[in-house]
């Protein structure tokens, strides 16, 4: 009995392994098509997902902004308190009993205002006597006189000078006029003008009107 109980209990152990070793039902296998790309296994998590891109906000185009211009410097006033000094150079030899020779003309203009800073007093002669009327007759004896239009074509710089200074000296070579420039330019008046700095300036002042006798080399009435 009990060696029939040993013969069965060793069948069944090999039945057992028989069952555990035998191969299970293989799977289907599926035919990849050459040349197709191979799939490889992706990690744990959600399926990526393609990123597209975001359109970018257009550009503000700049706006050109109008160039503010400058504001023009106010124009400066006319000179006033304006005086003229002339004194004549000698020149003397060695010699004391020799007459001395008249040099050059040495003029001295001065203005009381304005004395500001940052404008320029310039000096100008008059290359043209205006003693005549449109008929020819003398006016009043002087070469120029208040109101009277003094162009560029009629004006020669003599000097210049910082208006704050008050005060400018030139010289100039005697004539039959008022005097006359190096290059023999006769003059016959002096006016000053005040300047900014862009070149504006004021009405101009009469320094020395000038005779207009003496300059045509005639006779005036007393």
């Given amino acids: 009995m009990v060696g029939s109980r040993v013969a069965l209990a060793v069948i069944l152990g090999v039945a057992v392994v028989a069952c555990a070793t035998s191969p299970g039902p293989s799977q289907p296998r599926v035919a990849v ?27 503000p185009t700049p706006v050109a902004r109008p160039t503010l211009k400058p504001t023009p410097l106010a124009v400066p006033p006319r000179p006033t308190g304006v005086k003229l000094h002339e004194e004549s150079e000698a020149i003397c030899g060695d010699d004391p009993r020799e007459m001395c020779a008249i040099g050059d003309s040495i003029y001295t203009v001065s203005w009381k ?7 320029e007093i310039r000096v100008y002669g008059v290359t043209t006597c205006f003693g005549v009327d449109g008929s020819g007759r003398m006016i009043d004896g002087d070469c120029l006189r ?3 239009e003094v162009p560029a074509s009629v004006r020669v710089l003599l000097a210049k000078a910082p208006a ?38 004021s009405i101009f002042a009469i320094a020395d009107a000038g005779d207009y006798c003496t300059s045509a080399d005639v006779e005036c009435p007393d």
């Fill in 164 to 201: 704050s200074k008050g005060k400018v000296t030139w010289r100039m070579e005697p004539a039959q006029s008022l005097a006359q420039t190096r290059d023999g330019v006769p003059v016959y008046s002096f006016v000053l003008a005040t300047y900014n700095a862009e070149g504006g300036h």
């Fill in 113 to 119: 205002a304005p004395r500001t800073k940052g404008v």
């Fill in 146 to 148: 208040q109101h009277t």
């Fill in 33 to 59: 098509p050459s040349g197709s790309p191979q799939i490889t296994n992706l990690p744990d998590g959600p399926s990526p997902v393609a990123a597209t891109a975001t359109p970018s906000a257009p550009s």
